[in-house]
Protein backbone atom coordinates (compact mmCIF):
# COMPACT_ATOMS: atom_id res chain seq x y z
CA UNK A 1 0.00 0.00 0.00
CA UNK A 2 1.21 3.06 -0.73
CA UNK A 3 -1.51 5.94 0.15
CA UNK A 4 0.87 7.77 2.63
CA UNK A 5 4.53 7.28 3.19
CA UNK A 6 7.25 8.50 5.15
CA UNK A 7 11.03 8.23 5.22
CA UNK A 8 12.74 7.68 7.14
CA UNK A 9 11.68 4.40 8.43
CA UNK A 10 14.03 4.39 11.15
CA UNK A 11 16.16 7.47 12.75
CA UNK A 12 18.68 7.39 15.42
CA UNK A 13 20.16 11.15 16.45
CA UNK A 14 21.91 12.89 19.40
CA UNK A 15 20.49 15.74 21.03
CA UNK A 16 22.37 18.29 18.79
CA UNK A 17 21.41 16.91 15.59
CA UNK A 18 18.68 18.58 12.91
CA UNK A 19 16.87 16.01 10.98
CA UNK A 20 13.27 16.15 8.95
CA UNK A 21 10.73 13.59 8.76
CA UNK A 22 9.09 13.43 5.49
CA UNK A 23 5.52 12.62 4.97
CA UNK A 24 3.59 11.95 1.20
CA UNK A 25 0.36 11.20 0.81
CA UNK A 26 -1.58 10.03 -2.56
CA UNK A 27 -4.43 9.86 -1.93
CA UNK A 28 -6.10 13.51 -3.04
CA UNK A 29 -6.45 14.42 0.37
CA UNK A 30 -6.14 18.05 2.12
CA UNK A 31 -5.61 17.60 5.50
CA UNK A 32 -2.46 16.25 7.06
CA UNK A 33 -1.56 14.82 10.36
CA UNK A 34 1.40 14.62 12.96
CA UNK A 35 1.06 12.65 15.62
CA UNK A 36 3.37 10.51 18.30
CA UNK A 37 3.13 7.16 19.58
CA UNK A 38 4.75 6.55 22.70
CA UNK A 39 4.37 2.49 23.97
CA UNK A 40 0.95 1.77 25.89
CA UNK A 41 -0.19 5.70 25.20
CA UNK A 42 -2.67 7.11 22.91
CA UNK A 43 -1.92 8.28 20.33
CA UNK A 44 -0.84 12.27 20.47
CA UNK A 45 -1.73 14.77 17.74
CA UNK A 46 0.74 17.00 17.68
CA UNK A 47 -0.14 19.32 14.33
CA UNK A 48 -3.41 19.35 11.83
CA UNK A 49 -2.85 21.42 8.62
CA UNK A 50 -6.00 21.87 6.33
CA UNK A 51 -6.19 22.89 3.11
CA UNK A 52 -2.32 23.66 3.75
CA UNK A 53 -2.67 25.83 6.81
CA UNK A 54 -1.95 24.57 10.57
CA UNK A 55 -5.34 24.49 12.35
CA UNK A 56 -4.25 22.65 15.35
CA UNK A 57 -0.64 22.49 17.64
CA UNK A 58 -1.45 20.87 20.57
CA UNK A 59 0.78 22.60 22.78
CA UNK A 60 3.97 20.63 21.10
CA UNK A 61 7.53 21.91 21.89
CA UNK A 62 9.00 24.14 19.87
CA UNK A 63 11.91 21.28 19.07
CA UNK A 64 9.13 19.91 16.75
CA UNK A 65 8.63 22.20 13.71
CA UNK A 66 6.38 21.34 10.81
CA UNK A 67 6.04 22.25 7.12
CA UNK A 68 3.32 22.02 4.89
CA UNK A 69 4.89 23.37 1.34
CA UNK A 70 1.30 21.56 -0.60
CA UNK A 71 -1.95 19.79 0.43
CA UNK A 72 0.12 16.10 -1.14
CA UNK A 73 3.58 16.84 1.49
CA UNK A 74 3.95 17.01 5.09
CA UNK A 75 7.51 17.86 6.98
CA UNK A 76 8.69 17.52 11.08
CA UNK A 77 11.57 19.08 11.39
CA UNK A 78 13.30 18.35 14.45
CA UNK A 79 16.28 19.89 16.49
CA UNK A 80 17.67 19.57 19.91
CA UNK A 81 15.48 16.81 20.63
CA UNK A 82 15.70 15.12 24.12
CA UNK A 83 15.92 11.19 24.83
CA UNK A 84 11.77 10.85 25.90
CA UNK A 85 10.75 12.35 22.15
CA UNK A 86 12.11 9.02 21.15
CA UNK A 87 8.52 6.82 19.86
CA UNK A 88 7.09 6.02 16.48
CA UNK A 89 5.74 9.27 14.62
CA UNK A 90 2.60 8.34 12.37
CA UNK A 91 1.62 11.27 9.41
CA UNK A 92 -1.85 10.70 8.56
CA UNK A 93 -4.23 12.41 5.92
CA UNK A 94 -8.03 12.63 5.07
CA UNK A 95 -10.32 14.80 3.11
CA UNK A 96 -12.81 17.01 4.71
CA UNK A 97 -15.65 19.11 4.21
CA UNK A 98 -19.21 18.53 3.83
CA UNK A 99 -20.47 14.97 3.78
CA UNK A 100 -16.55 13.79 4.08
CA UNK A 101 -16.04 11.24 6.11
CA UNK A 102 -12.68 12.59 7.00
CA UNK A 103 -11.55 8.70 8.28
CA UNK A 104 -8.05 9.12 8.56
CA UNK A 105 -5.33 7.29 7.15
CA UNK A 106 -1.82 6.52 8.34
CA UNK A 107 1.54 6.06 7.10
CA UNK A 108 4.40 3.66 8.33
CA UNK A 109 5.70 5.62 10.90
CA UNK A 110 8.96 6.93 11.78
CA UNK A 111 10.77 5.20 14.37
CA UNK A 112 13.17 8.01 16.15
CA UNK A 113 15.20 6.64 18.84
CA UNK A 114 16.92 10.17 20.71
CA UNK A 115 20.69 9.32 22.02
CA UNK B 1 -11.45 10.17 33.57
CA UNK B 2 -9.63 10.08 30.82
CA UNK B 3 -11.64 11.39 27.26
CA UNK B 4 -11.34 7.59 25.64
CA UNK B 5 -10.45 4.51 27.16
CA UNK B 6 -10.14 1.22 26.58
CA UNK B 7 -9.12 -1.79 28.89
CA UNK B 8 -5.50 -2.63 27.49
CA UNK B 9 -6.14 -6.33 27.71
CA UNK B 10 -4.24 -8.49 26.54
CA UNK B 11 -7.07 -11.13 25.65
CA UNK B 12 -6.32 -14.43 24.79
CA UNK B 13 -8.77 -15.96 23.12
CA UNK B 14 -9.17 -19.99 21.38
CA UNK B 15 -8.98 -19.34 17.71
CA UNK B 16 -12.76 -19.80 16.63
CA UNK B 17 -14.22 -18.03 19.41
CA UNK B 18 -16.18 -15.08 20.27
CA UNK B 19 -14.61 -11.65 21.51
CA UNK B 20 -15.93 -8.27 21.98
CA UNK B 21 -14.40 -5.38 24.12
CA UNK B 22 -15.76 -1.86 24.84
CA UNK B 23 -14.16 1.74 24.32
CA UNK B 24 -16.08 4.61 26.20
CA UNK B 25 -15.98 8.06 25.57
CA UNK B 26 -16.63 11.02 27.72
CA UNK B 27 -17.65 14.08 25.56
CA UNK B 28 -21.32 13.40 24.84
CA UNK B 29 -21.07 15.31 21.80
CA UNK B 30 -18.34 13.27 19.91
CA UNK B 31 -19.99 12.87 15.99
CA UNK B 32 -18.08 10.27 15.05
CA UNK B 33 -16.27 6.72 16.42
CA UNK B 34 -13.94 4.10 14.56
CA UNK B 35 -12.09 0.83 15.08
CA UNK B 36 -8.53 0.74 13.89
CA UNK B 37 -6.51 -2.31 13.88
CA UNK B 38 -2.29 -1.82 14.43
CA UNK B 39 -0.20 -4.83 14.15
CA UNK B 40 2.90 -4.89 15.68
CA UNK B 41 5.51 -2.04 15.01
CA UNK B 42 3.35 -1.10 12.15
CA UNK B 43 1.00 1.64 11.44
CA UNK B 44 -3.03 1.90 12.54
CA UNK B 45 -5.36 0.90 10.12
CA UNK B 46 -9.48 1.42 9.92
CA UNK B 47 -11.28 -1.70 10.73
CA UNK B 48 -14.61 -0.08 10.27
CA UNK B 49 -16.43 3.08 11.53
CA UNK B 50 -19.30 2.63 13.62
CA UNK B 51 -22.48 4.64 12.75
CA UNK B 52 -25.23 5.16 15.08
CA UNK B 53 -27.29 1.98 13.57
CA UNK B 54 -24.32 -0.15 14.26
CA UNK B 55 -22.66 -2.24 11.34
CA UNK B 56 -21.15 -5.43 10.24
CA UNK B 57 -18.56 -6.37 7.96
CA UNK B 58 -18.06 -10.49 8.21
CA UNK B 59 -17.19 -11.61 11.10
CA UNK B 60 -16.83 -8.05 12.88
CA UNK B 61 -19.82 -6.20 14.00
CA UNK B 62 -19.80 -2.66 15.93
CA UNK B 63 -21.78 -1.13 17.93
CA UNK B 64 -22.57 2.38 19.21
CA UNK B 65 -24.04 2.99 22.57
CA UNK B 66 -24.90 7.31 23.05
CA UNK B 67 -26.99 6.38 26.33
CA UNK B 68 -23.45 4.76 28.02
CA UNK B 69 -21.20 6.34 25.91
CA UNK B 70 -19.72 3.50 24.58
CA UNK B 71 -18.70 1.64 20.97
CA UNK B 72 -18.28 -2.08 21.09
CA UNK B 73 -16.52 -4.32 18.75
CA UNK B 74 -17.36 -7.99 17.96
CA UNK B 75 -15.22 -10.35 16.50
CA UNK B 76 -16.69 -14.01 15.50
CA UNK B 77 -14.83 -16.90 14.66
CA UNK B 78 -11.74 -15.24 15.66
CA UNK B 79 -8.51 -16.57 13.41
CA UNK B 80 -4.80 -16.07 14.63
CA UNK B 81 -4.66 -13.26 12.11
CA UNK B 82 -6.58 -11.07 14.37
CA UNK B 83 -4.36 -10.99 16.93
CA UNK B 84 -3.39 -7.83 16.66
CA UNK B 85 -4.27 -4.11 18.87
CA UNK B 86 -7.40 -2.58 18.02
CA UNK B 87 -7.79 1.23 18.91
CA UNK B 88 -11.18 2.99 18.76
CA UNK B 89 -10.91 6.81 17.92
CA UNK B 90 -13.59 9.15 18.87
CA UNK B 91 -14.00 12.78 17.02
CA UNK B 92 -14.82 15.32 19.36
CA UNK B 93 -14.33 19.09 18.85
CA UNK B 94 -12.92 18.34 15.06
CA UNK B 95 -9.94 16.04 16.56
CA UNK B 96 -9.96 12.23 16.65
CA UNK B 97 -9.17 11.14 20.38
CA UNK B 98 -7.66 7.95 20.45
CA UNK B 99 -7.96 5.42 22.83
CA UNK B 100 -4.54 3.80 24.02
CA UNK B 101 -5.84 0.39 22.68
CA UNK B 102 -6.57 -3.47 23.36
CA UNK B 103 -4.26 -6.40 22.87
CA UNK B 104 -5.90 -9.37 21.22
CA UNK B 105 -3.92 -12.59 21.51
CA UNK B 106 -5.49 -15.27 19.51
CA UNK B 107 -4.18 -18.86 20.44
CA UNK B 108 -4.49 -22.20 18.11
Known amino acids: ETGVTQTPRHLVMGMTNKKSLKCEQHLGHNAMYWYKQSAKKPLELMFV???????ENNSVPSRFSPECPNSSHLFLHLHTLQPEDSALYLC??????????????FGPGTRLLVL | RKEVEQDPGPFNVPEGATVAFNCTYS??????FFWYRQDCRKEPKLLMS?????NEDGRFTAQLNRASQYISLLIRDSKLSDSATYLCAVRSNYQLIWGAGTKLIIKP
Open chain 1, 49 to 55: YSLEERV
Open chain 1, 92 to 105: ASSPIGPGAQETQY
Open chain 2, 50 to 54: VYSSG
Open chain 2, 27 to 32: NSASQS
